[in-house]
């Protein structure tokens, strides 16, 4: 009872997050948004009175489009537009506006973008904003999951034992060249992979949009950045388990254990970092969730056609829909990892469990 309490609490908060930031987007946005509303509808008008236009000649096609596109917002989005001949009060109007532009987003029903071209030019084959979206987080998830297993693997495996040996030569070493890794930024280290290894060396690719239906040209992409962001996971990674695992070992029970006779490995591996767990599994969440969106910088030096890419694309094109949709979906993407997180948390901590 206990536990089902706790997710449906968390659950909550995580809800609440996603409409607060959507509140907030909405009126930084609002004057773009409502242009974008009034947009689409003239649009979709368009689009109509062309067909009508081929059966029917001869007709006024500017009231038409008019007429249509009112009806749209009339409808549709219940905005009260001033050249529709609608004056309904502000407030009415506002708060039809912001209802439905709260019911689309929840409802993932995102505004249409207009550079479709564009992006299938960048190597994405939707027609609209959902479907590319869906690519991106595709592409991305495949990188950054990927990273993540190797980096934070690593880490896992190399910080519980640099702290079992605290001022040896190994764990002056590896935290030597954890905090290197950690503290240099990533695109940097992308470059100089680049410039090694696709310009000398020449044993793999320069930057450039992959074949996304080749699966070894994927492949051939993916190594170099992969192995940058391992690097920037391994360095934060390690550091931050060895420090949880110094406050660890220092534990009774972990005394007791080694008192006992119980083999280091055990006590290290088994007992230890089960125990140090929890934070370990927020801290890859958040990780995790944040690379989504800090990912532009390696998926534009890479042009890999990413979460990051897209909407770095977006913002270059003044895309307003896109960027909308993007920064919803990289809100859900956060609140959903530290949902995830919080439930591991409750299965690996029994202290939750019981209240």
Known sequence: MVSVRYIVNQTVKRVVIVV?????????????YSKLVVVEAFQGAARAVKIIAAKRPGININEYVRLIACNILKYQYHYCYSLCGCHAPEIVNELNLLGYYLWSFLTFNFPQTNNVRSYQQLGFSGTNTAQIISQAIANT?????????????LALLVGPYIASRRGSL???????????????????????FIYIFAFQLKILPPPEVPNLSNPIDVIRHLVLPIVSLALLHFGGGALIVRALML??????????????????????????????MPSIVIMTAIALAESFGGGI?????????GMGWLFWNALLSHDIAMILSVTYVLILIYAGALLLADILVLILDPRLRRG
Do not use: C
Request: charged share 15%; aromatic share 12%; no cysteine.
């Open 170 to 192: 190994a764990d002056n070493a590896i935290t030597l060249f954890s905090i290197t890794t950690w503290s240099i930024p990533a695109f940097y280290i992308a470059m100089i």
């Open 141 to 153: 998830m495949l990188l950054l999951v990927t990273s993540a297993i190797v980096g934070i693997g």
């Open 20 to 32: 607060a930031v959507l509140l907030i987007t909405y009126f930084l946005m609002y004057p773009l």
């Open 247 to 276: 406050d660890v070992l220092r534990e009774d029970y972990v005394l007791t254990a080694r008192a006992k006779g119980v083999p280091e490995r055990k006590v290290i591996y088994g007992h230890a970092l089960r125990a140090a």
């Open 297 to 305: 910088v390696i998926e534009q030096v890479f042009n890999w056609p």
